[in-house]
């Protein structure tokens, strides 16, 4: 084996539970693993990008890595972590999800490679559509007490006092996610199943199944889950106040994804540097410890948002994201400007104060009085805006000008944008309807 991955995985802070005898199956030999991940959406978001790179760590290490797409559990929907009962998905949306999920788990395993180790894609429901009912019931379902099933948290939350109940079809939901494990066991020789840790009972009624169906031999298998993702204000991970951070661009825009990491705490940046990047001990011992000497700087910050947004989109989409970040308050141009597409544009300039005026006013050409003050109230009054163009102070679109200057449609970005700011720190955006 190329190294210790369990040794790999605790240093970065990625495992919570491990039950006995897997670090040493791990040490023994090249062993198959999987880790499921249920199609709610067409896409993932960073919240699965641990299971991903716990993927991706076990492949690096020289173990063959199984990614299980939900196509059946899907229909289900898993009561772990979960107060109410989930919504039931149609055919046609389960498809889109397994399919978006697919492309997404693609470009982080190659699974048309021809290496011994190489990594396998599967979906459930391709050996869950034929299993009738009945036999389900007498193969699996008697191999596993009602008792064992009601121990588990996930199900005692949902049925106490408290809970508000739970229907037989989620109940059967970790008999359905362990008879999973059992076919990968017997197909592919599959001995380790992981995940987050909200996920312990499931697969840990996996490892049973595995036991219990197997009657010629004691079969072997094992469960290791990692920690959920938490941050240090206590705030839910991956989320912000325009919803979940996406893993493709068309549903968070790279400057966003960039963003999200690059405005970390320190605490949590010192955390998520383990986690979400495959820098080694070394080096990260070294950031860390160069961080704590000038920590605004945000050294740390910066290298995290910088490998994990060539992880997940790539070189050039971090580089774009760089210069976005910079048209605020770096040295940029307006040809720099004009690169951006309107979503990057607009992620940029959300929150700084806006002003929509009539494509005719810039037609005739709108002085830059109005510009400031009468048309748009950026500055309090026309004598403010006369001071700031006197002090040259006021740019448009990055370039300095001064009173005589008019804002004309040669002026638009993306055809509906114009960049005005006074001084270092004030923009502003008018929108041209």
Request: charged share 25%; glycine share 6%.
């Amino acid at each position: 084996m190329n190294s210790n991955l369990v040794e790999e995985l605790r240093w970065r802070g990625m495992i919570h539970d491990i039950m006995p005898g897997t670090e040493e199956q791990l040490v023994k030999e090249m062993t198959t693993a999987y880790i499921g991940f249920d199609p709610t959406s067409d896409s993932l978001h960073i919240g699965s990008m641990v299971p991903i790179i716990l993927l991706m760590h076990l492949y690096k290490s020289g173990h063959k890595p199984i990614a299980l797409v939900g196509g059946a559990t899907g229909m289900i929907g898993d009561p772990s972590g979960k107060s109410d009962e989930r919504n039931l998905l149609t055919e046609d949306i389960l498809a889109k999800n397994v399919a978006g999920i697919k492309r997404v788990l693609s470009r982080f395993l190659d699974f048309n490679s021809k290496e011994e180790n190489a990594p396998i894609l599967v979906n459930n429901y391709d050996w869950m559509k034929n299993f009738s009912f009945i036999d389900f019931a007498r193969d699996v379902g008697k191999r596993i007490t009602v008792n064992y099933m009601m121990a588990k948290d996930s199900v005692k939350k949902r049925v106490g006092e408290e809970g508000a109940g739970m229907s037989f079809t989620e109940f059967t939901y970790q008999l359905i996610q362990g008879y999973d494990f059992y076919h990968l066991h017997k197909e592919h020789n599959c001995l380790l199943q992981m995940g987050g840790s909200d996920q312990w009972g499931n697969i840990t009624t996996g490892t049973e199944l595995v036991r219990r169906m197997n009657t010629e031999e004691a079969a072997k298998a094992y469960a290791m889950t990692c920690p959920l993702i938490t941050k240090a204000d206590g705030t839910k991970f991956g989320k912000t106040a325009g919803g979940n951070i996406w893993l493709d661009a068309d549903k968070t825009s790279v400057y966003r994804f960039y963003q999200f990491w690059l405005n970390a705490s320190d605490e949590d940046a010192e955390k998520y540097i383990k986690i979400f990047t495959f820098l080694d001990k070394e080096t990260i011992d070294a950031l860390l410890a160069e961080h704590a000497e000038a920590p605004h700087i945000r050294l740390l910050q910066k290298k995290l948002a910088e490998e994990i947004t060539i992880l997940v989109h790539s070189k050039e989409d971090l580089e774009n994201a760089q210069k976005a970040t910079n048209i605020l308050f770096g040295k940029s141009t307006s040809d720099d400007l004009k690169q951006l597409d309107e979503q990057t544009f607009l992620d940029v300039f959300e929150g700084i104060p806006q002003a929509e005026i009539e494509r005719a006013d810039i037609e005739e050409g709108l002085d830059m009085i109005a510009a400031l003050a009468a048309k748009t109230n950026f500055l309090n009054s026309n004598g403010d805006a006369r001071r700031a163009l006197k002090e040259n102070s006021v740019s448009v679109n990055k370039a300095k000008v001064n009173e005589d200057y008019k804002i004309t449609t040669d002026d638009l970005i993306n055809d509906k944008f114009v960049t005005i700011q006074r001084g270092k720190k004030k923009n502003f955006l008018l929108i041209v309807k």
